[in-house]
């Protein structure tokens, strides 16, 4: 069998280890990952390879040459333009006349691959993936297999919602030639977005190899330094050159060390070293010609080759390139990483997670703290569920604001005009001027919209027309957090891929800050809550509610809120009856918090002219009724209320949550109404909405009822008054479901083996995989959802009976319980 190694990549994520250097050719126990890959093929009696290249492919192929010295044939195919990865391997398909096997020349991997083969023939497979399995795959591609190893479905890079297994693609394939015939040379293809679809589209048949062995994308620098300490510590097979001179630690020839060196292993010297007196060296790889002088102590660190420490350094948990100079008394702390030709001074420090790119030179005694923010928490992903969220001038800094700022206008055109605002807290107006700032540096002009709720930011980006917009608020589930969150040209949150575009460039530090002639400009545009409430009011029937002269109990954030609430209950003619407490003016109540107090509110409705209340968030994007009863209403009926006047006002088709009850299903059938289910966000909820919107040519300044508590409000006084109904008597017009919802603790690493093993044990016919895993059951449903930001799952369930929607949550509990103890 023929072989392809996938050589091509850049390995932004790794910098500064790559800015110099192809992925491929980033050191692994002191050579490059690709040739631990070439021994793994020759292992396996595979020794005829293509190598297909891109990046600097100069470096790999004087490095490898024909591949004779390592007893292999080596042919290189090298792409002009990015291919992708199909679209690169097409480009050797001459070559290829046979049965071949793709491998990254970028991971590490000591997988049975003549086995995988041997599956592969017995299947008569065109395509077999090898997989693995991966406590937390949010940055693989999941597969899901049969019991019988036939692929079901791919999912790229997925959400939690999305994590319907643990099982990941190793982007190792074997493959049959037939797979050509499925697109045309020179166009960009890839492997699982493009043509594996395709093949389970067209029933060929394709399976899936689950391996056991060891597997490490190495796509980051925690990675990178994880896979030398799982080598050293004996947990995948790769050659390690050297003599182990005692247990766990081994040494290249000609290096010398002094009788006093302290060597605690694993451990792995390279070749031709000079190790001075006093020096204590423990659980590191040292690469070759390296000088380390007295007294210097280095632990669970990488050092590259060629490089001089002095006397009384302290390494620690740091990665060095080639040639690099550091003086007496230096300190690198964990997470560093240092580029090639570095030089730095006495008694600097370099603090935890700082890279240097090649070729810099720090004075004596400089304290480097420029790093990339909170790696350990934040590289797992930047984004939660509503924007960047962290606790505010201590993780949510006017620094990080306004790299956040560069980082994004970074990967727009020059010129994009960006909205920003805020709601009224001073913390969320100075975050807002530090985003605005990074956003011009980079060359972007930005409209500075003001401060408002977070409804009217949505509504602003969609009617000024920007390319996108960032509204920065105090968070409603912890105000002592902030959230940036980032918008797109129609209000609505951005995607999960932009999300990821803009985590890229922000931790890899490197995004081009425009021309001096050539930074971004801001302009103030005002009185956008004014053009809402015109909007607000021309959607709804004014006059109806007005008639009505509702006495309204309210509680909500006043500092934040009153300039809107005030103006809109004048102008329908409704009396607002406020709680008055204090609160902190540095920061709002949460949703929560004011929940809590609900017998202020619930104690007003001993005046019987109250027609209902509400408990609104301080974004104004969130809001609890309460009847004219003193009842509060769960959010669950917010989406059946929300159904029932959209279908009121003629809706043929309405888009609903997963999470939302099934009750609404069977009100849109006597409307004559379809449903969509979606996920559980509103951002999905929302472009669900407007892309149905837009295809059916509606206007784009439309006001949706999804996460807009004012508009909802006002909408639901309005059925009132058309119904000639109290808000008491439309709940109980609502048929009867029961609900329960609880949160069970998971660690991350157990969330995708927890969804693998419910979905095994399900009859498929009982699934349904919007967004997390919904099970039907005669009586009802219940959803295991994992949390993005948390580790948890929210186990909803709903059945007939109270009773029996309590049975079912306890059964999943157990479940999901007795998974994470397997």
Known sequence: MKAVIMAGGKGTRLRP??????????????KPVMEHIIELLKRHQIRDIAVTTFYLPQVIEDYFGDGSELGVNLHYYIEDSPLGTAGSVKNAEEFLDEPFIVISGDALTDADLTKAINYHQNKSSVATLVLTQEDIPLEYGVVMISAEGEIIQFLEKPSWGEVFSDTVNTGIY???????????????????????????????????????KYWCDIGNLHQYRQTHYDIIAGKVEVDIPG?????????????????????????????????????????????????????????????????????????????????????????????????????????AKVKPNVKVWPYK???????????????????????????????????????????????????????????????????????KQAVATGL??????????????????????????????????????????????????YGVNISRDEEKGIEKVFFREDFQRADLDAVGEVDIIPQMVDLYLDRLYNIVNTNLIKGQEYRIVADYDQDNLDDILTPLASKIN???????????????????????????????????NIALGFILDHSGGEVTLVTDRGE???????????????????????????????????????????????????KELLMKMLEYDLS???????????????????????????????LSELIDAIPEFHRTKEAIECPWEDKGKVMRSLIEQTPEENIELIDGVKVYHDDGWTLILPDSEDPIFHVYTEADTIKRATALNDEYTSMINEIQLQ
């Open 17 to 30: 280890l790559t800015c110099d250097c192809p992925k491929p050719m980033v050191p692994i126990m002191n």
């Open 574 to 608: 409704c009396s607002l009856v406020k709680t008055n407490y204090e609160s902190e003016r540095s920061r709002p109540l949460s949703f929560n918090e004011r929940l809590q107090k609900q017998d202020l509110i619930l104690n007003m409705f001993e005046d019987e």
């Open 696 to 726: 059916n040519g509606k206007n784009i300044d439309s006001l949706p009822i999804v996460g807009d508590g004012l508009l909802f409000l006002v909408k639901v006084l309005e059925f009132l008054a058309k119904e000639e109904v109290k």
């Open 174 to 212: 074997i493959l049959d030639p037939h797979i050509f015939s499925y697109y045309e040379k020179g166009i960009k293809f890839d492997f699982s977005q493009d043509l594996f679809p395709q093949l389970l589209a067209a029933n060929e048949p394709m399976y899936g190899y689950v391996t056991d």
């Open 440 to 489: 011009m540096s980079a060359g972007i002009r930005v409209w500075d919209i003001g401060e408002m709720p977070n409804p009217v930011a949505r509504y602003s980006d969609r009617i000024l027309e920007a390319e996108g917009g960032i509204h920065v608020r105090a968070c409603q589930k912890d105000p002592q957090n902030t959230v940036i969150e980032f918008l797109n040209e």
């Open 243 to 347: 003599k182990q001179i005692q247990n766990q630690v081994w040494v290249g020839e000609g290096t010398e060390m002094s009788n006093d060196v302290e060597l605690t292993g694993p451990l792995y010297i390279g070749e031709n070293c000079k190790i001075k007196n006093g020096v204590h060296l423990q659980e590191s790889i040292i690469g070759d010609n390296n000088i380390i002088k007295d007294n210097t102590s280095i632990k669970k660190s990488i050092i590259w080759n060629n490089s001089f420490i002095d006397q009384k350094s302290e390494l620690r948990g740091t990665v060095t390139c080639d040639n690099v100079n550091l003086k007496d008394h230096v300190s690198l702390f964990e997470g560093t990483a240092i580029g090639d030709g570095t030089t730095i001074g006495k008694k």
């Open 361 to 431: 030179e720090l004075a004596d005694s400089t304290i480097l703290n420029k790093s990339l923010v909170w790696e350990t928490e934040w590289s797992r992903t930047l984004f939660g569920n509503q924007g960047v969220v962290g606790i505010s001038n201590i993780e949510v800094t006017p620094e990080f604001a306004a790299k956040l700022g560069t980082a994004y206008g970074a990967m727009l055109d020059d010129e994009t005009i960006i909205t920003v605002s805020s709601d009224t807290y001073d913390m969320s107006k100075m975050l």
């Open 632 to 682: 509060l209403i769960s959010q669950e009926f917010n989406e059946v209320i929300r159904s029932v006047i959209d279908l009121e006002n003629g809706a043929k088709k309405i888009f609903i949550p997963i999470t939302a009850p099934g009750i609404i299903e069977d009100i849109a059938k006597e409307y004559g109404a379809e449903v969509t289910w979606t996920k559980a966000q509103d």
